[in-house]
């Protein structure tokens, strides 16, 4: 005696997207002998929180199709089977009172259903998250009282339906940030000088006396990544000789670049009378190159991922790792920002130009690896060209300057 679930799968990946009919059949074998049986699936999805003794369910969706009620009776090896058929929900139900102090990063309202993921994190303390798309099959007879079960998990994606949504409204351009570096190098005093002098008198001498160049990075990058395409990451290197006191323009070198992809969990759930909040940030994915020492030149764009490295010829930033998208739900919200950070040398010196990209939209895409390599269209706009897909896909602009002394 025995129970079974088979689905039959759409694809050969064997993923459901929202919108899907999901049919397969219930299987029983036997012997079994039940006069008054009834057989039913039951289909939920569950956003699941946990943090040591506590563990909170929730049910963003709930399907129950009873579709057998009667006699089963089978001999020996005999089996029977019981079709079954239903649509997967695009969106959750209402959030029914399970959940009332989840924050503004949650979701408030029904909400596009969220992908299959799990997550773990230990801070502040440590907790798992997960998303599950449960099916059990129940055959229930009161007399003889008889229970039988049996369940699985179905993995659910975003469709291309809602990917194409998510490029299409992947417009966003982030206001741009800026940093000053003051560094003072004096060129000025003797070694003799200088110990005659006071620190104090000495140090504003110095800076008085030094010559100042003022310049501004500006990084452009995509605020939306889709994995096996490219990450373009723009450098532009502007001088501001009304603000310098150098006489020409110093030489700056590109010697290296750091991209690195944080994936930000937020989680809710109670404990006692109370709800307890979690946000941990993990690093999912991290690019690092270095260059050939590239001399940058004022106002001219640098596709970096199209630049010389260290080893000779060209080396694209490849986003070749799938991560789950962001999503919300009542109480698991996951988003992704970026830091890119900028080495740089002048004077033979190194520094660091750091940009916070928040936040990135990673979009789903089950075939990347057939997918074209994204790429920079003409300076001045602020879209990417996507190649056969054909859809704008807007630029971070992050800007950050910079105000030396002491270069000559």
């Not at 929730?58 to 079709?83: K, M, Q, W, Y």
């Not at 099916?135 to 809602?162: E, F, H, W």
């Not at 990075?217 to 373009?232: D, E, K, N, S, Y």
Request: proline share 5%.
């Amino acid at each position: 005696m025995s129970l079974s679930i088979k689905i039959s799968y759409l694809r050969d990946s064997n993923v459901f997207y929202g919108g899907d009919e999901i049919t397969g059949i219930v299987e029983i074998k036997g012997p079994l002998n039940l006069p008054n049986a009834t057989v039913k699936i039951i289909f939920q999805g569950i956003a699941e929180v946990g943090s040591g003794d506590h563990r909170d369910r929730h049910r963003f969706f709930s399907t129950v199709h009873n579709f057998f009620r009667g006699a089963i009776t089978l001999l020996g090896d005999e089996t029977r089977t019981f079709p079954f058929k239903f649509v997967l929900p695009t969106h959750s139900e209402r959030n029914v009172g399970q959940i009332t102090d989840n924050g503004a990063v949650f979701a408030q309202s029904a909400h596009p259903i969220p992908p299959s993921a799990a997550m773990a994190g230990n801070y502040p303390y440590l907790w798992t998250a997960q998303v599950l798309y449960n099916l059990y099959a129940d055959v229930i007879c009161a007399k003889p009282k008889r229970y039988l079960k049996n369940s699985g998990i179905l993995t659910v994606v975003p469709s291309p339906t809602q990917t194409l949504v998510e490029w299409e409204h992947a417009g966003t351009v982030h206001e741009a940030q800026s940093k000053t570096f003051n560094q003072a190098i004096s060129r000025s005093l003797t070694e003799a000088k200088k110990r005659r002098y006071s620190f104090k008198r000495w140090f504003s001498s110095s800076i008085e006396s030094n010559p100042k160049a003022v310049f501004n990075f500006t990084v452009r990058t995509a605020t939306t990544l889709t994995a096996g395409q490219g990450i373009p990451i723009q450098l532009t290197l502007r001088y501001d000789s009304s603000a310098s006191t150098l006489q020409s323009i110093p030489v700056i070198h590109l010697v290296g670049m750091v991209y690195t992809l944080n994936g930000v969990t937020n989680t809710v759930y109670r404990s006692g009378p109370t709800y307890q909040h979690c946000q941990d940030d993990e690093k999912v994915f991290i690019r690092q190159m270095r260059f050939a020492r590239i001399p940058l030149t004022d106002g001219q764009a640098l596709d970096i991922g199209c630049a010389n490295t260290e080893q000779g010829g060209v080396r694209p930033i490849l986003f070749d790792k799938a991560v789950v998208t962001a999503f919300k739900t009542y109480n698991i919200a996951r988003w992704y920002w970026a830091r890119i950070a900028i080495i740089f040398h002048y004077e033979g010196k190194p520094l660091t130009a750091e940009f916070r990209c928040s936040p990135i939209n990673v979009v789903f895409n089950e075939g990347y690896h057939q997918q074209p390599a994204t790429q920079f269209i003409s300076q001045g706009q602020v879209q990417i060209d996507q190649g056969v897909i054909g859809i704008a896909n807007a630029l971070t602009n992050i800007g950050i300057g910079i105000a030396t002394s002491g270069l000559i």
